[in-house]
């Protein structure tokens, strides 16, 4: 079974501060890829960024940074000097590649980041 | 301009009426799918759709129905035997291949409210 586990439910932060937003994740296949969605309050996930299992390169794309460490199993996300517009609901998903799961994302509850002005 | 659409928007249905949800995608996507949202909650698989004319049940399929007759379109239907059908439904799709093609990309979504 699939289990992704984001353990901060909502987060408060003031504009131009860093944050962090946590994902760990739980699975058994050795090929596995990890997401990241956010969610405005319009409602749509917006894709951020795919990870393999086996690129575990740090990722930077602006203010934006992923680190992935497989061997605590966790693909965490930090936002560098945070904007209001930052402000949204935050998703870290799984999809494993054995069997049948192939198809099937597995969400985390999501982080909700209000960032203050 | 590529994308995913959903219609209606807001979709409010009395008790025991169906309901049927509408996504149309331009991408040229083989794959489709169909999430639910409740508040606080993540997102849970209800059906989805490899190909034209064949589609599997995800997580939380009882009570709701799908037809995928045309690559493009993949509606949802919310039956009556659906017990909490109130939440916010979004429909995702997908390429083959590696990098970006093989990821789910999500349309706007339809909030159900039932009265």
């Known amino acids: 079974a699939q289990k992704v586990t984001q353990a901060q439910t909502e987060i408060s932060v003031v504009e131009k501060e860093d944050v962090t937003l946590d994902c760990v994740y739980e699975?058994?296949?050795?090929?596995?890829?990890l997401f990241w969605y956010k969610q405005p309050p319009s409602g749509e996930l917006v894709f951020l960024i795919r990870r393999n299992s086996f690129d575990e390169q740090n990722e930077i794309s602006g203010r934006y940074s992923w680190n992935f460490q497989k061997s605590t199993s966790s693909f965490n996300f930090t936002i560098t000097a945070s904007q209001v517009v930052d402000s949204a609901v935050y998703f870290c998903a799984l999809r494993g590649e054995s069997g049948g799961s192939n198809y099937k994302l597995t969400f985390g509850k999501g982080t909700l980041l209000t960032v203050n002005p | 301009d590529g994308g995913i659409t959903q219609s209606p928007k807001y979709l409010f249905r009395k008790e025991g009426q169906n309901v049927t949800l509408s996504c149309e995608q331009n991408l040229n996507h083989d794959a489709m799918y169909w999430y639910r949202q409740d508040p606080g909650q993540g997102l849970r698989l209800i059906y989805y759709?490899?190909?034209?004319?064949d589609f599997q049940k995800g997580d939380i399929a009882e009570g709701y129905s799908v037809s995928r007759e045309k690559k493009e379109s993949f509606p949802l239907t919310v039956t009556s035997a659906q017990k909490n059908p109130t939440a916010f439904y979004l429909c995702?799709?997908?390429?083959w291949g590696t990098g970006a093609s093989d990821t789910q990309y999500f349309g706007p979504g339809t909030r159900l409210t039932v009265l």
């Open positions: 699975t058994r296949d050795t090929t596995y890829y």
């Open positions: 759709s490899q190909i034209v004319n």
């Open positions: 995702a799709s997908k390429g």
